[in-house]
């Protein structure tokens, strides 16, 4: 499975890029065999305004599931990575445990 960060406007500090990918593949886990490959894209979105404005966008491309995208804000790029990954982690665990259940059985009547 590919990890692929992009950064704008965000400086890469020494050591992002492992962090990014260390907490990405911690989160997948046990999922990696249901992703194609994964889109980390971190960005600055007030510039010099200040404020709540880092921002991590995950896409996860699946195998036979729709894909996954969100984005969380945080005032910290890696508080915004760390958010990201445990809410891959939740969202992984319910897409693959309702495809696993299929579709819902029909009331059978007593």
């Known amino acids: 499975m590919r990890i692929d960060l992009h950064c704008d406007g965000v400086e890469t500090a020494p050591g992002l890029r492992d962090y990014v990918a260390?907490?990405?593949r911690a989160s997948i886990g046990r999922f990696r065999d249901h992703i194609q490959w994964a889109r980390v894209k971190v960005a600055d979105v007030n510039g010099a305004e200040g404020g709540a404005d880092k921002r991590c966008v995950v896409q996860l491309r699946l195998r036979n599931l729709p894909d996954v995208v969100f984005a969380i804000t945080q005032l910290d790029?890696?508080?915004?990575?760390?958010?990201?990954?445990?809410?891959?982690a939740r969202v992984l665990a319910q897409r693959v445990r309702r495809h696993q259940r299929g579709p819902a059985m029909a009331a059978i009547p007593a």
């Open 22 to 24: 260390q907490r990405m």
């Open 77 to 88: 790029v890696r508080a915004a990575v760390d958010e990201a990954a445990d809410r891959v």
